[in-house]
């Protein structure tokens, strides 16, 4: 499947040499959602098989943007991604479905702020967090089919282990707005 991903200069010239890019925690994992990362990677695993050796978190692509499969418009997206005037690659990749898992990007940032997806919703109810926990794979059916409502606007992730040099369609460099 086709997907893009952004990711820095260096990071891009460092999977040039090695042929591979994987995450660095260093640079992906803020504390606070660090439980969160923990989690998807524990879904990857469960639902792709094991990560490669040393690899804990995945790598991020989109699939998706705002219900349109099309190469992301970097006058949208070249902002925040480092340093105003850091260098940044736009790789369009294409990977084997299986090494792929998909999500809703919105959806993903409840389970980030530890909330829930439970359909239906029950004000009056308490939610233990193992069924908070359960709820977020909702985050999984990117037909949204668990709300009945429509979403023509829908934003789906990619989370996969790595990207090797081969699934490298293109690689669009630009300076981080």
């Known amino acids: 499947m086709v997907l893009w991903?952004?990711?820095?200069?260096?990071?891009?010239?460092?999977?040039?040499?090695?042929?591979?890019?994987?995450?660095?925690?260093?640079?992906i994992c803020d504390d606070s959602f660090k439980e969160a990362y923990l989690w998807i990677s524990s879904q990857m695993t469960k639902r792709m098989g094991n990560s490669p050796e040393g690899v804990i978190f995945p790598v991020w692509a989109w699939y998706q943007w705002e219900g349109k499969r099309k190469r992301l418009d970097m006058r949208i997206h070249g902002r925040h991604w480092g340093k105003k005037g850091s260098p940044i690659v736009l790789l369009t990749i294409d990977v084997p479905d299986k090494f792929v898992l998909l999500s809703d990007f919105d959806y993903w940032h409840v389970v980030l702020n530890n909330g829930d997806i439970i359909f239906p919703y029950r004000d009056e109810a308490i939610y233990s967090q193992a069924e908070k926990q359960k709820s977020w794979e909702n985050i999984f059916d990117i037909d949204c089919s668990y709300d009945g409502e429509s979403h023509p606007f829908l934003t789906t992730q990619a989370t996969l282990w790595e990207i090797r040099w081969e699934w490298v369609i293109k690689a669009e460099h630009f300076i981080s707005r």
């Open 5 to 27: 991903t952004i990711q820095h200069k260096c990071a891009y010239e460092e999977m040039r040499k090695k042929g591979v890019l994987r995450a660095n925690e260093a640079r």
